[in-house]
């Protein structure tokens, strides 16, 4: 296929132009980066978003594998000597790689089969006379092909090996195999059953102990969970499908008459389906429904990942940062605003009277050392009660913060933590890592795999080459729609910077240990390694604050610097006031600076970016707090409303962390009084939300709740009146599902 034949086919898929597809190609072969296009090149890709600019990268380069496969297709075919001028254009014309292989099936070396021996044994013009199914006398025709030598030895034997050769034929042809597929995803159903004897093994599989469903209409997250119970070998999973959907389909293509003949080709059909098609079928959709429950699951992960990052900030603050722990004690260290670390202790709050008064001494001491602003305090064991025991404390003017700490012990373990702190142990390593995910959740986050933050589901089921792709585009995205402060930024955050990668970044840092402070953006030109190229995709995504070209703490790329320069000139003002004066930006005639190279778009971005420049495009910080009185699955019954944080999104629902060490699951029937397809039409991670629990089951560490709004409220167990009748436990199915549902979290 053409380069040009990509174009046109991307673009009919995506509803776009082929001018857009042809330029996107372009740039993305020139080097440029998504975001960078995105962002600076509109005028060129007609504003193409990264969401449609990634899809043209991505078909593009499946269009350039079938194009790869067609020519190692042919040249096998060739070297048989069987390529014909009408085979050639099949294989050329094949749109998809199922095609492909479709036509290639019959032509691809393979090892003996039946239909080979037969072949061997001379019954070929026995099988195509047989296929014509016309008077012809076949018995005549197999009684001369008896050869006790070839292991022929009667008519039945020779068409036998014919009816081996023709279902082979059957199995190998193109359109039996593109209808039987379509059959096959529209009618077959999953099939899943436990393996005896495993039943108390297999406990969490116990949806699926007898289990059919719609292959088509089966969600991902149950794809992936009877997958992940076959491969454990707890479950037995089939796909199973009903021959009449299928059968009358390829005798249709085949039966041609109603003679002795067309019996023995409807034998042939017959065996062809249940001994080669079928299985085929299945392998092909086993392989089908995986990629598509993996798409689908990384596509949830990918979104959590991208809400989790784009959490709002605490920002620049003074603060102190408590890793919780009962026996071994709470780690505690002390950050300044830029999250440096200044000091560190462990403190024992829960361990007796004594621990307790040392740790009040020691956090009012810090805290009024370092004139702290805000206490991180991770979420994991004993994170309640060390929320307690500083909310107790009464500081005046400090904000309390619980942090979901997952991942954390990842990081502390990580070469990039030794790096960073290598004369302190992990749990000072932890502590840090909490109270910068605070201050800055992206900065710190970065620093992370993403499989491991906690917002996944079956992340380590799915394609992991996949799954990497689609994190890696989600946290370049995220990092270049926030900028990077360039004086302050780590050599991980620094890396996915549009243009850059671990290289250039640790030169960077390099060159910034060495020279001090970058002063401005062209600065960046005096860093080894770091050309023109990676200038211009980078520049315009990293921030300078307080420079003396007040350009270089915004989103304005250098090279529109001198077109910002002149709109000044010709109002007869400085930079400096574009900046600060909104009636004098509105005075701008835009109009007048469109050229080739810059169009309105563009324009407008510079424009909103004079108003606010460097805005960083999170959501503002707002304080949370956990109900009091909440802090074990104990102390929670039906009908309590509580506030919670969105820990997780999947396709059947949220499970929120309400504080009692133990997150609730918000099923997707709960999660609206209205309809909804899609837990992400009404919830982010990190959202904050208020639910009602609608069933605990203290044994099995499980919380259904719900966010519809008919709830009445209910007072904290320590608050409410004993003496009144207690509501009975929802037993809807709704609830039920919930709790089920918990389980593959």
Known sequence: MSLLSHEITIANELSISEKQVRTTIQLLEEGATVPFISRYRKEMTGSLDEVQITNIRDRSQQ?????????????SINDQGKLTPELEQQVMTAETMANLEDIYLP???????????????????????LLAQDKTDYLELASSLIDVEKGVNNSDEALAGARDIIAEIIAEDATVRSKSRAIFLEKAEFVSRVVP??????????????????????????????????????????????????????????????????????LALTDSYKRLLKPSMETEIRVLTRQKADEEAIKVFADNVRQLLLAAPLGQKRLLAIDPGFRTGCKTVVLDEQGQLKENTAIFPHNGANGLAEAQKTINYLVSKHDIQAIAIGNGTAGRETEDFVKKLGLNNVTIV??????????????????????????????????????????????IDPKSIGVGQYQHDVDQNKLQTSLDDTVISCVNAVGVELNTASKQILSY??????????????????????????????????????????????????????????????????????????????????????????????????????????????LNELAKPGLDPREKFEAFSFTDGVNSIGDLRIGMKLPGIVTNITNFGAFVDIGVHQDGLVHLSQLSNRYISDPHEVVKVQQHVTVTVTEVDEKR???????????????????????????????DMASKLAALASKFK
């Open 402 to 447: 619980m942090v979901n700490e997952s991942g954390a012990s990842i990081y502390s373990a990580s070469e990039t933590a030794r790096e960073e702190f290598p004369d302190h142990d992990i749990t000072v390593r932890g502590a840090v890592s909490i109270g910068r995910r605070l201050m800055d959740p992206l900065a710190e986050l970065v620093k």
């Open 701 to 731: 560490n499980r919380i259904a709740l719900s966010m519809k709004t008919d709830e009445k409220p209910v007072l904290p167990k320590n608050k409410r009146n004993e003496g009144k009748k207690q509501p009975e436990p929802q037993t």
């Open 197 to 266: 004897g495993k039943e108390e093994a297999a406990i969490k599989y116990k949806d699926y102990y007898e289990w059919s469903e719609s292959l088509k209409d089966a969600p991902s997250h149950r794809v992936l969970a009877m997958r992940r119970g076959e491969k454990e070998e707890l479950l037995y999973l089939d796909i199973d499908i009903n021959e009449e959907n299928i059968l009358p389909t390829i005798e249709s293509l085949y039966i041609k008459a109603s003679n002795d003949a067309a019996a023995q080709v409807k």
């Open 497 to 606: 910077v549009s243009g850059l990668g671990p290289s250039l970044a640790q030169q960077i840092i390099k060159y910034r240990n060495e020279n001090g402070p970058f002063s401005s953006r062209r600065e960046l030109k005096k860093v080894p390694r770091l050309g023109d190229k990676a200038y211009e995709q980078a520049a315009g995504f990293l921030r300078i604050r307080h420079a003396a070209n007040p350009l270089d703490s915004s989103a304005v790329h250098p090279e529109r610097y001198a077109l910002v320069e002149q709109m000044a000139k010709d109002l007869g003002k400085k930079v400096e006031d574009l900046l600060k004066d909104a009636e004098l930006r509105k005075s701008i005639p835009l109009k007048n600076y469109i050229s080739a190279e810059v169009g309105l778009p563009t324009l407008n971005d510079i």
């Open 63 to 75: 269009l350039k594998d079938l194009d790869k496969r067609k020519e190692a297709v042919l040249k």
């Open 107 to 129: 032509y691809k070396p393979k090892r003996k089969t039946r239909a080979s021996v037969a072949r061997e044994k001379g019954l070929q013009p026995l099988a195509d006379l």
